[in-house]
């Protein structure tokens, strides 16, 4: 059944709409590159906490002979390589076509056997990935549109995982523009946390103090939380939406074991 949209909903969209072209049209200006790279650049400098020079300078890896890469960056202390392709189009209603796509999962074979980017001239990305081991980064390729949801390219995104044919270290990521608008809200709304309000326990507070800080431990009725998210919104909540960059050994998941293992203050109890 479809639903139609109320005029709060449709206004509410066309501002989210506007702000993103905004914060891409200005990745796109200072980096002189186009929408398609920017907001590869703006995605992963907003949403991957990746430094915005450095997204930029990921993003000018597209090109002709970019091999399905408009967007190419490798983060050695999470051990992971981000593949992305962009897409915004200029009308809302309008998708993604399936070659986006298509050319991002191509990519993976370019990734895997690096030469590929040297046959076809790209040296710089040829020497960024040719002496990894990529068994001990994680792949990460995806898909980012400002534009609507394909379902064709929903159900190709499901094929290609339950698929598993390029391996563990492989995971793929869809994103449109309904998914970017809340991502979006909620990265920026991260730096304007609630500093001060009232919240009523229901039952005995117990205070704990330790290396990671100060922590209060009580239980709280579901209304209140209502209450607060009615209040606040996306305010309640952080902006941490990495993507998750799968387990392996040497990755960022057994360092969380080696730091709970070996300094186990650091986290709260």
Request: with cysteine; aromatic share 10%.
């Amino acid at each position: 059944m479809a639903t139609r949209n109320s005029p709060d909903d449709s206004k509410q969209t066309a501002e989210s709409r506007k702000e993103l072209f905004a914060a891409i049209d200005a990745i796109a200006s200072r980096g002189g590159i186009t929408r398609d790279r920017a907001i590869t650049a703006w995605y992963a400098t907003t949403l991957l906490g990746i430094d915005e020079d450095e997204a930029i300078d990921a993003a000018s890896a597209d090109g002709p002979e970019d091999n399905g890469c408009d967007f190419i960056y490798v983060d050695h202390d999470q051990e992971a390589i981000y593949v992305l392709q962009g897409y915004v189009s200029d009308r809302p209603e309008r998708a993604a076509g399936i070659k986006k796509w298509n050319a991002l999962v191509a990519a993976v074979a370019s990734v895997k056997d690096p030469v590929s980017f040297k046959h076809a001239g790209r040296l710089d990305i040829y020497e960024t990935l040719k002496d990894l081991d990529l068994q001990n980064y994680a792949q990460v390729f995806g898909l980012v549109t400002l534009a609507a949801k394909s379902d064709q390219i929903a159900r190709q995104l499901e094929s290609t995982v339950r698929s598993k044919t390029y391996g563990p270290g492989a995971s793929f990521f869809y994103e449109h523009q309904d998914a970017l608008y809340d991502k979006y809200l909620i990265a920026k709304t991260a730096d304007r946390t609630v500093t001060e309000d009232t919240l009523t326990f229901s039952t005995r507070l117990s205070e704990i103090k330790g290396d990671f800080g100060q922590a209060i431990i009580g239980s709280v009725a579901a209304s209140e939380f209502a209450r607060w998210y009615l209040k606040y919104s996306n305010q309640l909540f952080e902006g941490n939406v990495r993507l998750f960059i799968g387990q392996r050994k040497g990755g960022i998941n057994e360092k969380i074991i080696e730091t709970a293992s070996t300094r186990p203050g650091e986290f709260w109890p």
